[in-house]
């Protein structure tokens, strides 16, 4: 056979492969994920109503191009680790959710994670605590992220997060706080509370994922990212813990390009590491979203 006829015949037999579907999984693999087909399964951010976080805050949102002109925090070469801390006592089924926490913050942000030996409660001097008028014990928040975390920070630190069992508050004229945080410093504190009991077996998956919303949300905040306005968002801003239950876990298409942008993360890895948690910890509703990312 000649040259001419040896090469037509190698182009053949490459049409007739790609048109057998031979090529059609490496090719998909190589495919890049554009953001509009992204946008295509987010959900948009629904109209604020009244008590909402956005309807008493009215805050602006942040873009992708906005986020990275501000200069944000990113994970580097020094600063790529995820630590967290216990503080005070636990219950064996709180430590667990913090366990399960540490897991997912790993997986989330596609960074080491690292839980560091529990802090006694006596860090916390007694000018920093006060019992609330409804009788609740509780640490001030600041203090603890000025005087306690701060100082101890690790140097390869991109996050250090302590959990506590105790009710939180973050100045006198608060009643109450979640958690709070000092995101340019990259530490906070965040409270299990008010996330219910764990040791009530109807429970303990509300008091999961009220945790891993809380942790992986303020964890954003640690890298710039603001509060979400274009789409349903782990990063939404909410004003209670029924505004949190309906907010979704995940991050949309805009917020997840911040999250790559500031870890590196990839998205497929992180994708299917994700379904497998929320399938394993029965977030159905998590897990089907990742379900539909993969499929794109």
């Known amino acids: 056979m000649n040259s001419a006829r040896l090469s037509a015949s190698i182009v053949l037999i490459f049409l007739s492969a790609l048109s057998a579907g031979f090529y059609s999984d490496r090719a998909l693999a190589a495919k890049p994920l554009t953001f509009n087909e992204l946008k295509s399964i987010a959900q948009p951010f629904p109209e604020p109503q009244p008590g909402s976080w956005q309807f008493e805050q009215k805050e602006p949102g942040q873009t992708f191009s906005q986020y990275k002109a501000g200069r944000p925090v990113l994970a580097t070469a020094k600063r790529k680790v995820i630590y967290v801390q216990i503080l005070g006592r636990m219950s064996d089924s709180q430590k667990a959710v913090v366990s399960k926490t540490v897991e997912y913050l790993g997986v989330f942000y596609g960074l080491k994670t690292q839980t560091l030996p529990p802090l006694d409660s006596s860090v916390v001097p007694i000018s920093a605590r006060r ?38 508050f973050p100045d006198p004229e608060w009643n109450f706080c979640f958690g ?28 999961l994922r009220r945790t891993l919303r809380i942790a992986s949300h303020e964890v954003g905040h640690m890298f710039s990212m603001r509060h979400c306005i274009a789409y349903k968002c782990n990063m939404n801003g909410v004003n209670s813990l029924e505004e949190a239950d309906v907010t979704p876990l995940y991050l949309c298409p805009e917020c997840l390009k911040k999250l790559n942008f500031a870890t590196k993360v990839d998205y497929v890895a992180r994708w299917r590491k994700l379904e497998k948690f929320y399938s394993e910890n029965g977030l159905e509703e998590e897990a089907l979203f990742m379900q539909k990312c993969l499929g794109l």
């Open 131 to 168: 019992i609330h008028p409804m009788g609740q014990r509780q640490f001030n928040a600041t203090y603890i992220c000025e005087k306690v975390l701060l100082p101890r920070c690790p140097e390869d630190a991109a996050a250090y997060i302590a959990f506590t069992a105790e009710d939180l």
């Open 180 to 207: 709070y945080a000092l995101y340019k410093q990259r530490v906070g504190v965040w409270s299990l509370a008010r996330n219910g009991n764990p040791d009530d077996p109807d429970e303990v998956k509300t008091v």
